[in-house]
């Protein structure tokens, strides 16, 4: 690790925005550039393993994007079946101990994505190196909604007092409670597009004119360097 970094967060979430503009500057079908996109998050593995990063959460299909033109949300059901049953069976989940989670609203998914979705979680339930969570069906709204729903039931049925609801217990109704240090978005876009809306209250955010499948190491680098040197205040 280069010396010049001298925090690595433990937590980075990404914004993996750009895939159809990358795909139409060289002239392919917009949809084509989610391959792209695809194949630059397996090599983010990698890099975050050698950086001693713990946790990656990347947003990578929202509950808006099943809103897509037919063809593209197809290509794109086609291509996640094929990069999970990959995932499924690369060594690297049990050697470097490599715990996968999906969170957001799993359930408008196909059949055959979703059950190889629930196929990764239980493989890898009790690894506890790494953890990749993949927002799939995802939004921050829709998260918080479902939370409260589910502290509705809880109330309901006796299970948790009303008085006792603070922000550690409403955390724990969340998708993922866990919270990133840093966001990075790729693309272009200056906006936080409804991610995480609860973990990301002390997020520190870096947007990237690149599009993500041009994002390479050295970007990966670069914005943990800017990181580093940021001063987190957290209200203080």
Not at 206 to 228: G, H, N, R, T, V
Request: include cysteine; proline fraction near 3%.
């Amino acid at each position: 690790m280069e010396k010049s970094i001298s925090k690595v967060p433990k937590h980075i979430a990404i914004v993996l925005d750009g895939n159809r503009r990358f795909a139409k500057r060289l002239l392919m079908k917009p949809f084509m550039g989610h391959e792209w996109g695809a194949k630059k998050v397996e090599r983010l593995f990698d890099w975050c393993k050698e950086l001693g990063v713990k946790e990656l959460t990347l947003y990578s299909f929202s509950i808006e994007n099943f809103n897509r033109p037919k063809e593209e949300f197809d290509f794109l059901m086609k291509l996640f079946a094929k990069e999970f049953s990959r995932l499924k069976d690369d060594p690297r989940l049990e050697k470097d101990r490599i715990k996968v989670n999906f969170i957001g609203r799993l359930d408008m998914f196909p059949s055959n994505v979703l059950s190889l979705m629930k196929e990764l979680m239980e493989k890898t339930v009790k690894n506890d190196r790494f953890t990749i969570n993949f927002a799939m069906a995802y939004g921050g709204r829709a998260e918080v909604i479902d939370a409260v729903k589910k502290l509705a039931e809880q109330i309901k049925d006796g299970m948790i007092d009303i008085d006792k609801i603070n922000e550690e217990v409403f955390s724990r109704s969340l998708y993922m409670s866990s919270e990133p240090e840093l966001i990075i978005r790729t693309g272009g876009e200056h906006r936080t597009s409804n991610f995480l809306i609860w973990q990301a209250n002390y997020s520190e955010w870096i947007f990237l004119e690149k599009m993500w499948p041009e994002f390479e190491k050295e970007d990966f680098m670069q914005c943990i360097k800017e990181y580093s040197n940021r001063e987190r205040r957290f209200g203080r």
